[in-house]
């Protein structure tokens, strides 16, 4: 009987929105922050304990309800990091994102769940400000916002680039140091006034995201 069958359909819940079109659309308030980051989270954490990491997360793919329910779409570059396919497939994951790690512009030699965290720390901070944390017009000027937020990473780190030509490039730009979330940037990349009215968590959580990459 089940072979006479096919076509297969598959049935999801309705999502009325996503988090791109809250952000340009709605003011959020704090508790709309900490709750879509705790969904996200939450999300990630099942994602990772199958060892799986998604690396493409952005606001368009966190669905929403009418209730500010989530659920996380698009896994079509879901890769486990230590497959076989692994470094041909992350290697060439060029695709244009103002998302992206510094891990995978510059082609580090391991990729982990950490670039994942990055994703959320982007995301956050754009619901913070109403704006995009690095926007950008292609991958040289991504890295220099990112430096210039960040800081210059170190010779350890950079010995973790798997691109003579990506550390060549790191070391010629100036000397980077590094600034915090909670100040008015108004002439960096970040445009962060909006911060200044957030819960002190959100901040924080913002300013540390970031840092749980232990090589960026």
Request: hydrophobic share 35%; glycine share 0%.
């Amino acid at each position: 009987m089940i072979e006479a069958f096919k076509k297969v359909y598959l049935i999801q819940e309705l999502m009325e929105t996503d988090m791109h079109h809250m952000i340009c659309t709605q003011d959020l308030s704090d508790d709309h922050f900490q709750y879509s980051i705790y969904q996200t989270l939450q999300a990630l954490k099942v994602l990772h304990s199958t060892n799986m990491i998604h690396q493409d997360l952005k606001p368009l793919k966190l669905l929403l309800n009418d209730n500010c329910d989530m659920k996380v779409c698009d896994f079509g570059l879901a890769q486990c990091p230590h497959s076989q396919a692994r470094d041909r497939f992350m290697t060439k994951y060029v695709s244009k994102s103002w998302y992206h790690a510094p891990k995978i512009m510059l082609i580090f030699k391991q990729y982990t769940k950490t670039l994942d965290v990055w994703l959320v720390g982007c995301i956050l901070a754009e619901m913070l400000s109403s704006h995009l944390l690095f926007p950008s017009h292609d991958y040289h000027c991504q890295l220099t916002l990112i430096l210039d937020v960040l800081d210059t990473p170190t010779l350890d780190k950079l010995y973790a680039i798997n691109s003579h030509r990506s550390c060549d490039y790191i070391q010629a730009l100036p000397f980077h140091k590094k600034h915090t979330t909670s100040k008015n940037y108004s002439d960096k990349a970040v445009q962060v006034t909006s911060f200044q009215h957030s819960l002190p968590q959100c901040i924080w959580t913002c300013n540390q995201l970031p840092q749980q990459d232990p090589h960026f």
